[in-house]
Structures are given as C-alpha cells and as structure tokens.
C-alpha cells in the first residue's frame, strides 16, 4: 500500500475508531443507495421576474400538487385541493388572509394540520430520516420528526401521546407558527437539487431580490448565462460590460435594480447626459449618452483583441455626419439620429475627459457595491459554463459549429480551442477576471463572452448600432451560429455529449438561452430527444412571441418531464382566488426500472467510499492499522 493511500486510511480511522463504527456505517449507506432518487428541478432565463419565478419555485414546476392529487383526489374537490396548494405556496399570506375571512376555527386548523403532516409524510419517504431531520426548520423539528412517524396501526399509549401534541400545538396558539413550518419542509422535500440553466439577470426588475432568495436555497448549481456574464464583468470593473448593463436596464426601464438594489448612482451619467443631449427627454438623454460610451468602449475591446474577429462591428467611424448615413458592409443606411457631438475626429473610439469622468465613477460603484459583489460572488460559487449531472450536460447557450456542423475552432494567443476545451477555457478566463482584475485580457473576454461573435453564451452577430442608430430594420438581422440549425440533428447532440464524455443513451442537453416559439409550432423537445430546450419564458415580453410563459424540466426517480407554463398572473390573485399556474406535462422519458441513489452522481461517490470504509475495516482486522489510532 502507499503511503498516500495509509495516510488516507488513518484519516478516515479518526472518523470510525472501531470496527462496528465501520460495519454500522457501510450498512448506512449501502441503505441510502437503494433509496429513490432524489427530484431535480431545472429552470432557465429567469431575467428578474420576481413573483413568476417564486410562484414556480413554491409549487416546484406542479410536484406539489401532484401529491396533493395523489393523497387526496377521492376526498376533497379540486377547488379544496387547490386551497391546500396555495397554503403551502404562501403559508404566512393564506393564513393572513383566512383569518381576515373568519374561516379558521379551530377544527380547520386542525384539518390543515392533519393534511400537511401527510404530505411531508409522503414526501420524505425517499429520503433517510436523518436527511429529513436537518432539512425540518429547527424550532420544531423534534416535534414535527415524531408526527411523520405516526403509524395507522400505533396502540393507544401513542395515538394519545400524537393526539396531545396537535391539541397543544392548538391551545397555546402556535398553530399558524407550526404550519409555516410545515409548509417550508413540503417545499424543500419536493425538490432535492435546482439547476439554473442561466440568466438571473436584466429584463425584470427585481434579479437582485431573485438572488436574494437563491442564496438561502438548500442545494443548487447555476450553469452561466451571457446576461450573467455581463454583470459578472460589470462587478470585476470591465467597462464595456458596465455600459451594456446601462444601457439594458434603461431600455426596460429597470433603474431601481441600480440605484435602490445595488445603491449604484446614475447621477453623473444624468447631468452629463441632459447638459450633452439637451433636446431630448431625460431618459433618452441617458441613453443615448449610454449607448454612444457602449460602442466607443467595445471599439476599443475590439481593437485590443483582432482574435475576436469583429473589427466589421467598428461601425463609429463609418458614420457620415454630413449625410447622416453609415456604411455598413459596403452599403449606406439612414440613420435615426445624426448627432454625435462626443465624437472625435482623431480618434471616434476615444472618451471625452467627462465621459471618461463618468465611467470611472460608474466603475467605482459597481466595484464597491457590497450587495452585488455578494451576488456575484455566490454566481462564481455554485456556477460554471456548464455542468455534467447525473448523465445530463447542462449550458446555457452553444457549443459552436462551423458551417459543416463540426466544432468550430477560436484561436486565442497560440492555441485554438473547440468543443469541450473552448468551454474550459471560457470557465477558466471567467474566474480569473473577477479573482485577478488588473489581467486586461481577461477583463475583455467577459465582455466577448456577452457579445462575441463566437462566444458559447451569445451565439449570434449582435447587432448593437444598427437597432439602436440605423432606420432600416433589415439591417438588425442577427445571424446565429450554426449549432442553431444542427442542434436539431440526433447525430449533432450525439457528438456534442460524447465531446462532453457521455455515452449513455439516456443523456440528454439541457440547453437555455433561446424562447421555444410555441406559436410557431417549435417544440422544447428536439434531436429525437436528446434535446431539451428550457428557456423558462418568464419574460413578459417573450409571451406574445412564445405563446405561453415557457418550460422548466423535472427530473425524478421515474423519469423526465417538460412542464409547459401559462403567464403568472399575481400572487394577490394567487391568494385570493388559489389561482396556480396553469402547467401541461409533456413526458421526455419514463425510466423501465425506478431510478436509485446508486444510479446517480451521488450514488458513485457513496460507493467509492463504501469501498474505502470496507479497505479500513479489512485493515482493522489484519491489525495494520489499530482501532482507535490518531495521527496526532
């Protein structure tokens, strides 16, 4: 044996001093692994929309109601059924709410009571009572553990002993305390792991209120979106990044998530804006202002950087002030407006001194916004360009394609890089430009990741000038990226998840980033299956384009399924009405055999340590090393 190996073997010895401590152990998780496999839930392009988002991580894509269904669609009526849905949703609102109704005597608290140890009952069945224990809310986990453990069949010592603690519960008024407790456990049983498939961020309002509630969630992995990766650069001080962040949060009229959610002051950038466009509206001032910092200072990325293959983005110097005209691949379009007066004739790509003034104030408080580094932070934390997860490859937006389908190779430096590698590296430059900020190049390969022609999380020729400057719309097209026809192909998806080291022939992609135009007649389920397309249209202003509110997945022990989401209305009409959102399953794949704990990710590592645990007992026994022994 090594000496690494020993060493390891005494380490784990500290942990298990005995040979019962090892057998009682493997017996354990040996155990754990023929449990069923805990549900994932995956959602995509929550683009800060608050309550809709809520709403669907409360009812966890339908679970909820599912089990509601399945415990009591021969008791009660859908409309009593729903009622104990939105209690669980929102225990504290709905208790509020009946009690303003006089509608909570004492045999209804008892009722709801009664009903939703059932359904904890339920859900916690597939996981150790230890797991469920340290997910119980701590005020009342020792009673709540001795409630899921009644038994139908229990003597009459313990249905007195059950029975009193529900009548005490009652009396000495802590029932609505107990219930909010319970409705907290329902929701983190009916979900074992989240994954965010990108875009946190920009569109909605309310993105920093979205990690908010993020950071406290049980378990969950976030795979990178380029809307996350703009602000990502924002936060590490890239400047490109920091005006594009401006610029989409006024176009959506989103500035609150600026000044009152990150305390980032848009002062400066005003007062600069209504002295330098004084015959516009403020807004508009400000965006124009913005927009005209945007593309000198992307200018200035791309002429840092001829790798990036855009210099035919370099489209301020193409203006024609006289005639009001840009030249754009040979061709002379109108433009809306033609005033420029920050342009200047040496260098169009360079900052006036008060432009330059307000970037670098603006840059000051995106770095030191302590909130916003926090959320950032926790995105570098939990996220990645992509993910591997029990057998499923996770991303955002691309893996990109050449014309004939291959992977397309990007040279950087003196490497080129395709496939799996190029997401490596994407990953690698994205910590090192938060975590190292005065690398320059990695600084400019957030904003390429925004934006680039051939970024994984873009996958399009963005066109900035032409929709913000050029009157025909014909110019705005935005070509994509190859992987956007191929990606429909089995044979593509195949060699992308084989790239990726998978082989099985239950992997799928589980891809973000693009609206499923259901009106159209798109489907979230492509390449013969291989493809799941889960952009969760929370969007408000996708739903006219997409014909619904978009698809998140659940991933259970018995299988795949899309769930389809018609717009979230309100929480109030929630409340008020146990109004949920409408949700069509579509089933992706049935499992022949119930998925396990062994089946999983989670299921290898507890074997590899199970045989760990069976090596120290072996050594134990053959007296190599002594129970009991401690390195120091």
């Known amino acids: ?127 150790t009572r230890s797991k469920v224990r340290k997910a119980m809310p701590e005020d009342f986990a020792y009673i709540i553990d001795e409630l899921l453990h009644v038994q139908k069949d229990e003597d009459d010592n313990q249905v007195r002993y059950h029975q009193k603690i529900l009548d005490t519960i009652l009396e000495i008024d802590n029932a609505d305390e107990f219930i909010v407790a319970l409705a907290e456990l329902i929701k983190r049983l009916a979900v074992d792991h989240l994954h965010i498939v990108g875009d946190i961020f920009d569109r909605g309002p309310y993105a920093d209120k979205i990690m908010d509630l993020l950071m406290n969630y049980h378990s969950l992995d976030f795979e990178w979106g380029n809307h996350d990766i703009l602000w990502m650069g924002a936060a590490a001080g890239n400047q490109a990044c920091i005006a594009n962040v401006l610029k989409n949060n006024l176009r959506h009229h989103n500035t609150e998530i600026l000044e009152s959610g990150y305390g980032i002051s848009l002062r400066e950038l ?59 691949d040979g061709k002379e379009y109108p433009l809306k407006d033609g005033d420029f007066p920050t342009l200047q004739r040496e260098d169009v790509y360079v900052l006036t001194e008060e432009e330059a003034h307000v970037m670098d104030e603006l840059t000051t408080a995106f770095i030191n916004s302590d909130r916003l580094q926090r959320h950032i932070s926790y995105l570098y934390e939990k996220g990645s360009m992509y993910r591997i997860f029990n057998g499923n490859l996770l991303y955002h937006g691309c893996v990109p394609l050449d014309e004939s389908g291959n992977f397309d190779g990007v040279r950087f430096g003196d490497e080129i890089y395709q496939g799996k590698r190029y997401l490596d590296y994407a990953d690698k430059m994205a910590r090192r430009a938060y975590f190292h900020r005065k690398d320059q190049d990695a600084l400019d390969f957030m904003w390429f ?184």
């Open 1 to 127: 044996m090594s000496v690494d190996r020993t060493l390891y073997l005494k380490i784990l010895a500290e942990k298990y001093q005995s040979v019962q401590a090892v057998c009682r152990e493997i017996i354990n998780l040996n155990a754990i692994l023929n449990l069923p496999k805990g549900t994932e839930h995956f959602m995509s392009d929550l683009h800060g929309e608050y309550e809709a988002f809520c709403h669907i991580l409360n009812n966890c894509s339908g679970v909820i109601r599912e089990k509601v269904d399945l415990l009591f669609e021969e008791q009660l009526n859908d409309s009593e059924r729903q009622a104990i849905c939105t209690l669980i949703y929102y225990p504290k609102e709905k208790l509020e709410q009946l009690k303003k109704e006089n509608a909570l005597s004492m045999e209804r608290y008892r009722m709801i009571l009664n009903q939703l140890i059932e359904i904890a009952k339920l859900l916690s069945s597939k996981y």
């Open 270 to 328: 005003a007062l600069f804006a209504e002295k330098t466009y004084a015959n516009v509206e403020p807004m508009e001032a400000a965006d124009k202002a913005v927009s005209v910092m945007l593309l000198k200072l992307e200018g200035q990325t791309i002429l840092r950087h001829p790798e990036y293959e855009m210099k035919d983005r370099l489209l301020l110097s193409k203006i024609d002030k006289e005639k009001k005209t840009v030249a754009i």
């Open 449 to 632: 990741l925004w934006c680039g022609r051939k970024s994984p999380l873009c996958g399009r020729n963005i066109k900035t000038f032409e929709r913000m400057f050029v009157t025909d719309e014909s110019a705005w097209i935005e070509e994509s990226n190859p992987y956007y026809r191929y990606h429909e192909e089995e044979r593509t998806c195949n060699m992308i998840l084989r790239e990726f080291g998978l082989y099985s022939e239950h992997s799928h992609i589980i891809n973000g980033h693009t609206p499923v135009k259901t009106m159209e007649g798109e489907q979230p389920i492509r390449a013969g299956g291989k493809l799941l397309v889960i952009d969760g249209g929370f969007c408000k202003d996708y739903h006219k384009t997409t014909g619904i509110a978009g698809y998140t997945l659940i991933y259970n022990s018995h299988g795949m399924r899309i769930k389809a989401h018609h717009p979230f209305e309100s929480v109030k009409k929630a409340l008020q009405e146990n109004k949920d959102i409408a949700s069509e399953s579509q089933i992706v794949e049935t499992e022949k055999t119930r998925v396990l704990v062994k089946d999983t990710d989670v299921g290898k590592k507890i074997m590899a340590y199970i045989s760990d645990l069976e090596e120290l007992m072996q050594e134990y026994r053959n007296g190599s090393i002594e129970p009991g022994t401690k390195l120091f």
